[in-house]
């Protein structure tokens, strides 16, 4: 998750289905915690610009609005300030008041490339902070920015890129305690020939 992207069409669907699941206000709602995988902003890509169903006249406004009103609102204002960020959205009131949430930078840029043990170190603190800020969630809400890696997968943990996704191992850690988790996939945009 990169700040840039905070009240983004994308926020809009996930704080929706968030709020579904755990109602703001309901005393018997499930606990959550939200963990962003935050990354640095990039500026190499337009990223970050799909905020046009904020605006009253764009197609899908009107029909978006009346799903979640208050959700609506909510964003609205937070791409209006010009301060887009997960902080932002975490004062904003999107969820639940009871909810935790976790968004501590993890990046690698301080660190050469060849300090493969301080990379995965700070992963693996970032990973146990972010254990521990939820440690009385119910349910878990994970939001890598590119989605989920196996530990296997050919990029190591360590790897710049590699931050902007969850490992299965760092997810596993708060099913083993025995929460649920939500975790956002984005799909590669890759032409499948059939």
Known sequence: MQDRYAGDLGDYLKFGLLRWLAPPGSSTSPRLGVVWYRTGDEAHNADGKHVAYLDPSHRSSACLRQLDPDLYQRLARVVA????????????????????FFGD??????????????????????????????????????????????????????????????????????????????????????RVLG
């Open 81 to 100: 300030s010009g301060q887009r960020s997960t902080a932002a959205l975490a004062k904003a009131g999107v969820l639940d008041a009871r909810t935790c």
């Open 105 to 190: 930078l993890l990046d690698f840029a301080d660190l050469p490339v060849t300090a493969r043990g301080a990379r995965l170190e700070r992963r693996r603190s970032w990973a146990q902070r972010a254990l521990a800020a939820t440690s009385g969630c119910d349910l878990i809400f994970a939001d890598p920015d590119n989605g989920i890696r196996p530990v296997s997968h050919r990029v190591p943990a360590h790897r710049t890129k590699a931050a902007k996704h969850a490992y299965l191992s760092e997810l596993a850690a708060f099913a083993a305690r025995g929460q649920s988790l939500i975790v956002y996939h984005h799909a590669e945009r890759v």
